[in-house]
């Protein structure tokens, strides 16, 4: 059946919830405040050598009497969250004969661990995204010998994981070719179901609404990135029959403009390309197409299996619990794809690109419990350009 074009009134989403709450980000406040000693560093305590202000953070380390390896310095609470949230902290950072400093992000370990040198203030910009519900943690500390740093103006934001809500039983709009099926939401553009007619599975349930793509930008002083979350997307058209869709949208905050393409095939898989045409005065840095958002094909979510692209592909029993990954193709992934299967099989994504542009593969918990799967191209579209995103390929399996 085919269903007639229809031209939308522009219906946004929810817009998501940046929050900001981060004490003593600027290091004013009097005393050492919320900035905690962790391990047996020598000093951690407010300096006058500032970046912004009258203060900054002082930390010295001497590298001895260290607990849980090398590590000693200051931490900072950042706050509960939950799994799939987005954790953004960037800040100014200035070390002595430009010793590399350690930055970790997790619960109660590093989950993600950056080493960061510069000479004279330097900016640091670190993403995590939480694997787990939890309170997270920074901490800042030396490398593997004795430093001494100092910091300052941190930023704090935060990405929640987009809760899109219901697409009307009206607006729901049904792709299939083979096995695959997937349903959309005809008033936004969002994906809201996926499901396996071959073993009756439904893999991600069907009428919630989960985002298609994201973008990233230079911030405006090119010094960073900014993402731009699905929720700020507009649907201006959408034209859907059984095994095609063609969702256009806007951005209107940075005026840009983004096409959309999904075709169904008989063995099961489905092909996105999309085209972005750069209508602000930045930088687009990535593009995310397809989101692959709150999948559990398994009737038992400890029975998931992820195969992932490290090596010759790394097999992660219980990725739930494992955290998944997140991983970079070309780089230190050998393979653009990943396989996430249950008992009766599950869903497969791969990019498939001819100028192998560098790919980011995440696969990574979500509440239910569920996955997140998504592929993102590195790119660099100017203001003005147009470009195409090859083809990326989820298939049911
Ligand atoms: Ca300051
Ligand atoms: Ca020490």
């Given at each position: 059946m085919r269903l007639p074009l229809a031209v939308l009134a522009p219906f946004a989403l929810a817009v998501p919830s940046w929050s900001a709450d981060f004490a003593d980000a600027d290091m004013e406040l009097p005393d050492r405040g919320p900035w905690a000693i962790y391990g047996t560093p020598v000093a951690v305590e407010k300096s006058t050598f500032a970046r912004g202000g009258t203060q900054s953070l002082r930390v010295v380390t001497d590298n001895q009497d260290t607990m849980g390896g090398n590590y000693e310095g200051t931490s900072h609470n950042l706050g509960q969250f939950e799994a799939g949230d987005v954790l953004h902290v960037s800040f100014w950072f200035s070390a002595r004969e430009s010793k590399p400093i350690v930055v970790g992000m997790g619960r109660t370990s590093f989950e993600d661990r950056w080493v960061l040198s510069g000479t004279d203030w330097t900016a640091a910009d670190l993403t995590l995204r939480c694997a787990q519900a939890g309170n997270y943690n920074i901490w800042l500390s030396q490398e593997g010998s004795?430093?001494?740093?100092?910091?300052?103006?941190?930023?704090?934001?935060?990405?929640?994981?987009?809760?899109?809500?219901?697409?009307?039983?009206?607006?729901?709009?049904?792709?299939?070719?083979?096995?695959?099926?997937?349903?959309?939401?005809?008033?936004?553009?969002?994906?809201?179901?996926?499901?396996?007619?071959?073993?009756?599975?439904?893999?991600?349930?069907?009428?919630?609404?989960?985002?298609?793509?994201?973008?990233?930008?230079?911030?405006?002083?090119?010094?960073?990135?900014?993402?731009?979350?699905?929720?700020?997307?507009?649907?201006?058209?959408?034209?859907?029959?059984?095994?095609r869709a063609q969702l256009d949208f806007e951005v209107p905050s940075i005026a840009t403009t983004i096409v959309v393409t999904i075709a169904m095939h008989a063995d099961g898989s489905a092909s996105f390309t999309g085209t972005v045409r750069n209508g602000s005065q930045r930088t687009i840095t990535a593009f995310e197409l397809p989101m692959i958002y709150s999948v559990c094909p398994a009737a038992d979510p400890a029975k998931l299996t992820l195969v992932h692209p490290y090596v010759c592909g790394q097999i992660q029993p219980d990725p739930i619990k494992a955290g998944g990954f997140r991983t970079l193709y070309p780089g230190r992934a050998v393979m653009g794809w990943m396989d996430l299967s249950g008992e009766w099989g599950g869903v497969y994504l791969a990019t498939h690109d001819k100028e192998s542009l560098g790919t980011r593969l995440l696969a990574q918990p979500a509440p239910g419990p569920s996955f997140d799967l998504s592929l993102a191209k590195e790119i660099v579209v100017k203001p003005g350009e147009t470009w195409e995103c090859p083809e990326a390929v989820p298939r049911g399996a």
């Amino acid at each position: 059946m085919r269903l007639p074009l229809a031209v939308l009134a522009p219906f946004a989403l929810a817009v998501p919830s940046w929050s900001a709450d981060f004490a003593d980000a600027d290091m004013e406040l009097p005393d050492r405040g919320p900035w905690a000693i962790y391990g047996t560093p020598v000093a951690v305590e407010k300096s006058t050598f500032a970046r912004g202000g009258t203060q900054s953070l002082r930390v010295v380390t001497d590298n001895q009497d260290t607990m849980g390896g090398n590590y000693e310095g200051t931490s900072h609470n950042l706050g509960q969250f939950e799994a799939g949230d987005v954790l953004h902290v960037s800040f100014w950072f200035s070390a002595r004969e430009s010793k590399p400093i350690v930055v970790g992000m997790g619960r109660t370990s590093f989950e993600d661990r950056w080493v960061l040198s510069g000479t004279d203030w330097t900016a640091a910009d670190l993403t995590l995204r939480c694997a787990q519900a939890g309170n997270y943690n920074i901490w800042l500390s030396q490398e593997g010998s004795a430093t001494e740093f100092f910091l300052d103006d941190f930023r704090f934001e935060v990405l929640r994981r987009p809760q899109l809500g219901t697409a009307p039983e009206a607006e729901r709009a049904t792709l299939a070719g083979g096995p695959l099926r997937l349903t959309l939401c005809k008033q936004t553009g969002a994906l809201a179901g996926i499901e396996n007619t071959a073993t009756g599975e439904v893999y991600a349930p069907v009428g919630a609404r989960q985002p298609l793509f994201g973008l990233e930008l230079l911030t405006a002083d090119g010094r960073g990135y900014e993402t731009i979350p699905f929720t700020e997307a507009r649907l201006t058209k959408v034209d859907a029959t059984q095994g095609r869709a063609q969702l256009d949208f806007e951005v209107p905050s940075i005026a840009t403009t983004i096409v959309v393409t999904i075709a169904m095939h008989a063995d099961g898989s489905a092909s996105f390309t999309g085209t972005v045409r750069n209508g602000s005065q930045r930088t687009i840095t990535a593009f995310e197409l397809p989101m692959i958002y709150s999948v559990c094909p398994a009737a038992d979510p400890a029975k998931l299996t992820l195969v992932h692209p490290y090596v010759c592909g790394q097999i992660q029993p219980d990725p739930i619990k494992a955290g998944g990954f997140r991983t970079l193709y070309p780089g230190r992934a050998v393979m653009g794809w990943m396989d996430l299967s249950g008992e009766w099989g599950g869903v497969y994504l791969a990019t498939h690109d001819k100028e192998s542009l560098g790919t980011r593969l995440l696969a990574q918990p979500a509440p239910g419990p569920s996955f997140d799967l998504s592929l993102a191209k590195e790119i660099v579209v100017k203001p003005g350009e147009t470009w195409e995103c090859p083809e990326a390929v989820p298939r049911g399996a």
